[in-house]
């Protein structure tokens, strides 16, 4: 697939898909949806770890109302249906982990692509806003699901209701996203964490997202079963042998992927 909407570059075990609608301050259309569904597919195949970032000033300032989708009598049961879910599944459910660099304004449904990747690092210039209610639309693309679940009940209310701008480093303090990074340092620390990501033991790191999302759903014991699961199935691993002998040896992993 040729990519006019988005960037895609896979080097040294990470994919790095960037929003590429910076004169639209990265505001979503039906192709730049399914850019990055295809992008998130691909990539899955070809690297150990997958960065989500913007170009520009903005990670992404939500649907553009200007797209031909967008105008007229739009169905927008249809289009979350049929456009948003498929990319937004294919990101929470990438094999390997993810991170969003979210390096601007993340509003609306981008604030909730953002939510969607495993670790969010934004820039302290960021913010993160719900936007919907002021156009009389409740947050959707997961909105719902993930800021009760990442911030409470109490903030993700008022966040929806409300519609106020979150700062990177109230969204930070809160536990919406994993860190606020300062500006100048923002692009170096999140390729730091991305390729420690993409060097890792990535069938344990499948694993630990899997438990942990999985404790939202179970009883403590359905848990621990699990979790003796997943630790049997990591234990077979190569990564495994190769994570006790480097401990054993007193030097850095050299971890393949399996």
């Known amino acids: 697939m040729e990519y006019e909407a988005i960037l895609l570059d896979i080097a040294d075990d990470l ?3 960037t929003l590429n ?11 730049l949806r399914a850019e990055v569904t295809h992008a998130m597919k691909h990539a899955a195949t070809h690297a150990r770890a997958i960065v989500l970032t913007g170009k520009g000033n903005a990670f992404c300032s939500g649907q553009d109302l200007g797209d031909a989708s967008s105008t007229g009598k739009i169905d927008l049961e249809r289009t979350l249906r049929d456009e948003y879910e498929p990319m937004l599944e294919a990101i929470y459910n990438c094999p390997v982990p993810t991170i969003a660099a979210v390096n601007g304004a993340a509003a609306g449904a981008g ?11 934004a820039t302290e210039s960021a913010y993160f806003l719900q936007a919907f209610a002021r156009i009389g639309l ?6 719902t699901w993930f800021m009760p679940r990442q911030m409470g009940f109490a903030k993700a209310m008022g966040a ?14 809160w536990g919406l996203i994993w860190e ?10 999140w ?3 991305a390729m420690y990501l993409a060097k890792g033991p990535t069938s344990g790191f499948g694993a630990i997202k899997k438990a942990i999302r999985g404790t939202y759903e179970n009883t403590l014991p359905q848990q621990l079963e699990a979790e003796a699961h997943l ?12 994570g006790v002998v480097a401990f054993m040896q007193k030097r850095p992993p050299k971890f393949e992927g399996r």
Do not use: W, Y
Not at 21 to 30: D, G, S
Not at 138 to 143: F, H, K, M, Q, T
Not at 160 to 173: E, N
Not at 231 to 236: K, P
């Open 180 to 189: 606020a990074v300062p500006d100048a340092e923002f692009e170096a620390h």
């Open 15 to 17: 994919a790095v898909v």
């Open 160 to 173: 929806a209701l409300f519609a106020d701008k979150i700062s990177a480093r109230q969204a930070d303090d």
């Open 111 to 121: 604030a909730n692509l953002a939510l969607c990747a495993d670790i969010v690092i």
């Open 21 to 31: 609608r910076p004169e639209k301050l990265n505001a979503m259309t039906a192709q």
């Open 138 to 143: 409740l947050p959707d693309a997961g909105g």
């Open 231 to 242: 630790q049997g199935e990591c234990g077979r691993s190569r990564d495994f042998s190769e």
């Open 191 to 193: 390729r730091k964490r």
